[in-house]
């Protein structure tokens, strides 16, 4: 018979949802006082305390999504940019078109999608 599994109280389930809004597993597990590899055993145990450090998570991530939406919405060009980046897919590339008089390159900006088609803005 071995040790008895380690458990979070309902204090520290509170605690693991708001924490998992902004800390790693590891950092969390710093926090909680628990060895990392035992709060990942306990993760991997029970879908309570996985379902809580998810929860935490996707809400976090929910709320950074909106205000980012929101921003882009009210016309911030980098709100609009990072969007298209991470979830569209685009790139921003540059290629020389050719030296200026003073030697200078002449750059050419572009968009590029998934599918690599120019989308040229």
Same mark, same amino acid.
Request: no cysteine.
């Given at each position: ?10 204090? /520290?389930?509170? /605690? ?9 597993? =590891? ?76 030697? =200078? ?17």
């Amino acid at each position: 018979m071995g040790r008895k599994n380690k458990e979070l109280d309902d204090n /520290q389930k509170a /605690q693991l949802e708001v924490m998992s809004r902004f800390l790693t597993v =590891e950092q969390i597990a710093d926090v909680l006082g628990i060895a990392r590899s035992t709060f990942y055993e306990m993760i991997k145990r029970d879908p309570e305390i996985d379902g809580l450090y998810k929860k935490g998570r996707a809400n976090q991530i929910l709320k950074f999504a909106s205000n980012l939406s929101k921003q882009s919405d009210m016309g911030n060009a980098a709100a609009t940019i990072f969007a298209l980046k991470t979830q569209a897919g685009w790139k921003e590339t540059q290629r020389i078109e050719g030296v200026g008089e003073d030697g =200078e390159h002449i750059i050419a900006y572009k968009w590029l999608d998934d599918d690599h088609e120019d989308d040229t803005v």
